[in-house]
């Protein structure tokens, strides 16, 4: 029984000594993770995240934000990055990946075997009490690398998780900024709107006054003076409204610290900036494709599938030309370079399956990844057609609309100098050249809010999610 208990002893001490120092090294730092985040929300040009792990960093964020913002008329980069910085529940999604690397760890020192033995019990055979607990823990060690490897898998996908949040908050921060921007910028027309029938209203009381104009043809008048109050409160309460759920992103209190938005949006680019291989980027760079690799990987890992048989498609360029007519009659035929992408979706055998569960998990999985892969392609193609057909529509109220409502407006000018038309007609075409000018600024507005989805379109944020809570009110 003595060399029984030696080797059950010395057994305890090389399970201790099975701890995977290398793995427990990797994720031991307290920001283990992170620079897969960082390094991926700077190749989507998203801003550079921090994530903090005490209140001095906390504070110091708070006071770098506060020196980014406060006073000044600020960008959409900076409304980004200040989101970045300063945002709760961006902080809190990063946690998930120190919990993540916590399992790892755990999951890499392997069993840590012990053992009670009563007093009464030296009076028995100790040896068994000794090897009926060794016993569990040989079997775990024995599953350790698999489990680690599990871990880590795990580990990678709240990584990629987190950057998808990240990707999110950038795409839905600008998004907000483009909104307020357009809310303010609307709000400035219809106030000139106002005082156009401002100015119509007192003429109409005046000639009133003296007889020259009718009861019914001055209640006109006062009426759409007091239409176009109300719609200006509410443009102006949407423009503060639009800055408020701004600020709720970029975690900066208004009754606190005040910034300022541009009073209008950028004008349009030379052409929309989108790209015709924007399927193949999606591919390559969505978040929720990478995810669902690892939860492929990680299905065959726990279930011990190491042979890969074959692929659903293969990843394949193939160059081709295809002639597209102009958008203009009477255009040159144009031949531009196009590409059919597929998705490499790996297969491995599941033939020595002999859980039911186990293949159904898998075949979920992979099923779930290829219903992923068709969903960001769409996603893409709906992205590129959406950018281009906007920045066309706004196009030609830049360059149509408007120079004939200039057009209008000084003829009209002309003629009212010439006393060929009534003071009333000039207010009335000034007031229809507004209009025309608060849809152009709509059309700006869709522009830029389409390019904002191109970004979400190649890399997986949340700009569907943004529409449907409300991205294009009206």
Not at 25 to 42: D, I, K, L, M, W
Not at 349 to 369: F, Q, W
Not at 414 to 437: K, P
Request: aromatic share 4%.
């Amino acid at each position: 029984m003595k060399t029984k208990l030696v080797s059950s002893t010395m057994l305890f001490g090389l399970l201790a000594a099975c701890a995977d120092t290398a793995t427990i090294e990797r994720v031991s730092a307290p920001r283990a993770g992170f620079t897969a985040v960082s390094e991926r929300a700077q190749s989507s040009r998203n801003g550079t995240p921090a994530w903090h792990l005490s209140a001095t960093e906390i504070a110091a964020a708070e006071a770098q934000t506060k020196a980014m913002v406060e006073g000044k008329t600020i960008s959409a980069d900076t409304a980004v990055q200040a989101a970045l910085l300063n945002n709760r529940g961006l902080q809190a999604s990063y946690a998930e990946i120190g919990l993540s690397a916590s399992d790892v760890w755990e999951t890499a020192l392997g069993p840590v075997p012990s053992v009670g033995v009563s007093v009464s019990g030296l009076a028995g055979d100790v040896t068994r009490a000794l090897e009926a607990t060794l016993l569990t823990s040989v079997l775990e060690a024995a599953t350790a690398p698999q489990r680690t490897r599990v871990s880590e898998l795990r580990f990678r996908q709240a990584q990629l998780a987190a950057a998808a949040e990240t990707i999110a908050l950038s795409v839905e921060t600008r998004r907000a900024w483009i909104e307020a921007v357009a809310a303010f910028e609307a709000a400035a027309l219809v106030a000139r709107t106002q005082n156009a029938a401002n100015a119509s209203s007192e003429l109409a009381t005046e000639l009133g006054q003296t007889g020259a104009l009718g009861a019914a043809d001055q209640a006109r008048e006062h009426a759409f003076t007091a239409e176009v109050a109300a719609e200006l409160a509410d443009a102006r309460l949407e423009a503060q409204l639009a800055k408020e759920r701004l600020s709720r992103l970029m975690g900066v209190p208004l009754s606190e610290i005040v910034f300022y938005v541009p009073d209008a949006l950028p004008d349009l680019p030379g052409h929309p900036k989108t790209r015709t291989d924007i399927e193949k980027l999606a591919l390559q760079n969505r978040i929720d494709l990478a995810t669902g690799r690892l939860e492929l990987e990680a299905i065959a890992a726990d279930y011990r599938l190491t042979g890969q048989t074959r692929s659903i498609s293969d990843v394949a360029l193939v160059a081709g030309f295809e002639a597209e007519r102009g958008e203009e009659e009477g255009s040159e035929i144009e031949a531009s370079p196009v590409a059919e992408i597929e998705f490499e979706i790996p297969l491995y055998d599941t033939s020595r399956l002999t859980s039911r569960r186990g293949s159904l998990e898998y075949l979920r999985a992979a099923n779930l990844l290829a219903d992923s892969a068709v969903a960001a392609r769409a996603d893409a193609r709906a992205a590129h057609l959406e950018v281009t057909g906007k920045y066309s529509v706004a196009r030609h109220w830049r360059d149509t609309v408007l120079p004939l409502r200039r057009r209008i407006d000084e003829e009209a000018l002309r003629s009212y100098s010439g006393m060929i038309t009534s003071t009333f007609e000039l207010l009335q075409d000034a007031r229809e050249g507004l209009e025309a000018q608060l849809g152009a600024t709509d059309a700006k507005r869709d522009y830029w809010l389409a390019e904002t989805d191109v970004t979400a379109a190649i890399w997986g944020g949340s700009a569907l999610a943004a529409e449907e809570d409300g991205g294009n009110e009206e």
